[in-house]
């Protein structure tokens, strides 16, 4: 029968046979799947293992930093690359949401083929595909498609030459949970809400700056940190904050505001593919609404969204 336990013996007794005494590199994403797939392979091959986090600028606020030691304290060989300044030039003043995500895709290969060169004789690519993404890019890409459909771009960086190892192909979502659970992962990390690879670009409608990024990343950490505190967190699928290309009027004190509006995101969902808004208590909205409003400058109104997926998406772009 399949455990946990013996998986991940398996799997770290094959790959030892399959790498030898080769190099991996593999990027990092500060999720579950490529976590757990950098651990098997830690456990694998140990310091030959390279690891790559890269910063797009459109984490959650702190997020580079926090993600970065965390990795840290699992002893991972870790390079974490600040390119926030690269994705937020190349994004300036595009607003089409496909155009964002191509943008992002490219940028995010030529970073990492710039780092995975420094790295000498590196000749795999590890990579924390499960087998839900792996009929994904059968179907979008055809079977040898060794990156996800939204990364996937013309013509093949170095680094997509390499041969390709993904210990999780088999595996669905809560195996990989179990997996990472039976190697002591930090809980916080395993509980994690699915986070878009785009990351916020999709929930700043528009175009991005610098400072919508700023006004989005606090808002969204009063919403998050809320749901935490209020035992609301693990009840929800995925929640975030949209940051609207609307400005509503206000007033403060005296003064008539002319500001930002943003809106609040929480879904209970099993695979992303329908999902139902959530009933958040009155006086949580109540709360974090005021949080939002009193904190964060530039935004004077606050809404929550309340469709369900179809016909609407989990994200608004
Ligand atoms: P939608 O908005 O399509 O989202 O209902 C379903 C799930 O997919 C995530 N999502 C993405 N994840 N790259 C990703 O890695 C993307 O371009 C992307 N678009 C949506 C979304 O956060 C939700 O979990």
């Known amino acids: 029968t399949w455990t946990p336990d013996n998986f991940v013996d398996m799997t770290v007794a094959s790959l030892k046979e399959q790498l030898g005494n080769d190099k991996v590199v593999l ?15 830690h456990r694998a091959i140990g310091k030959n293992l390279h690891c790559i986090f890269v910063n797009n600028g459109l984490l ?3 997020e580079f930093e926090r993600v970065l030691e965390r990795y840290e304290g699992m002893e991972l ?41 420094k790295i000498k004789d590196v000749k795999w690519l590890g990579q924390g595909t499960i087998y ?24 093949l960086p170095d680094f997509m030459k390499l041969k390709v190892v993904e210990p999780l192909r088999m595996l669905f979502k809560d195996e990989v949970r179990r997996v990472g659970a ?43 940190n809320g749901l935490k505190s209020w035992g609301l967190y693990n009840k ?12 509503s009027v206000g007033v403060m004190g005296d003064e008539r505001t002319y500001e930002k509006c943003v809106a609040l995101r ?22 974090t609404s005021n949080d939002i409003i009193n904190k964060v400058k530039g935004v004077n109104r606050v809404v929550y969204d309340i469709s369900s997926k179809p016909p609407a998406t989990i994200e608004w772009e």
Request: no cysteine.
């Open 27 to 41: 990027a990092l994403s500060g999720g579950v799947d490529s976590s757990v797939a950098a651990m098997l392979l």
């Open 182 to 224: 039976s190697m002591d992962m930090d809980a916080g990390l395993l509980g994690r809400h699915p986070f878009p690879g785009p990351g916020l670009a999709i929930r700043i409608l528009g175009d991005i700056t610098p400072e919508k990024v700023r006004i989005l990343q606090e808002v969204d950490d009063i919403f998050i």
């Open 77 to 117: 060989n870790i390079t974490g690359v600040d390119a926030s300044a690269r994705f937020l030039n190349a994004l300036a003043g595009v607003d089409d949401p496909e155009q964002k995500r191509k943008i992002i895709g490219r940028t995010f290969i030529e970073v990492f083929d710039d780092e995975a060169h």
């Open 132 to 155: 839900p993404d792996v009929i994904e890019s059968i179907s979008v890409n055809g079977p040898s498609a060794t990156i996800k459909s939204h990364h996937n771009v013309g013509g």
């Open 266 to 287: 929480a879904v209970e969902s099993t695979d992303g593919m329908t999902a139902d808004w959530v009933n958040l208590p009155y006086d949580f909205l109540q709360k």
């Open 60 to 62: 959650r606020k702190n």
């Open 236 to 247: 929800v699928w995925q929640a975030g904050a949209i940051l609207l290309p609307v400005n």
